[in-house]
């Protein structure tokens, strides 16, 4: 699978569970309006809801140790 942002990351899972936005909404125990703003890419979301959302599909967000060397080089 290859790399894809969380908003299609999710749309993706979602569609391949036959879900719609509702169901998602309902199964997770989020607003539909969360599910809605998560898929069209908002920036400032809740991580937490953002994980509600996540172990529905047995996944979860956290933090990810980066190469210090690269940000560096990207900072150039």
Same mark, same amino acid.
């Given at each position: 699978?290859? *790399?894809?942002?969380? *908003? ?8 391949? #569970? ?19 703003? #998560? ?11 953002? *994980? ?8 979860? !967000?956290?933090?990810?140790? !980066?190469?210090? *060397?690269? !940000? !560096?080089?990207?900072?150039?």
């Amino acid at each position: 699978m290859k *790399n894809l942002d969380l *908003n299609e990351f999710v749309r993706a899972k979602r569609k391949s #569970l036959r879900l719609t936005q509702v169901e998602l909404s309902d199964k997770s125990g989020v607003g539909l309006r969360f599910v809605r703003e #998560l898929e069209r890419g908002k920036i400032t979301l809740r991580l937490d809801k953002v *994980n509600q959302v996540l172990k529905l599909f047995g996944y979860q !967000l956290g933090a990810v140790q !980066l190469n210090r *060397n690269t !940000l !560096l080089d990207e900072t150039s």
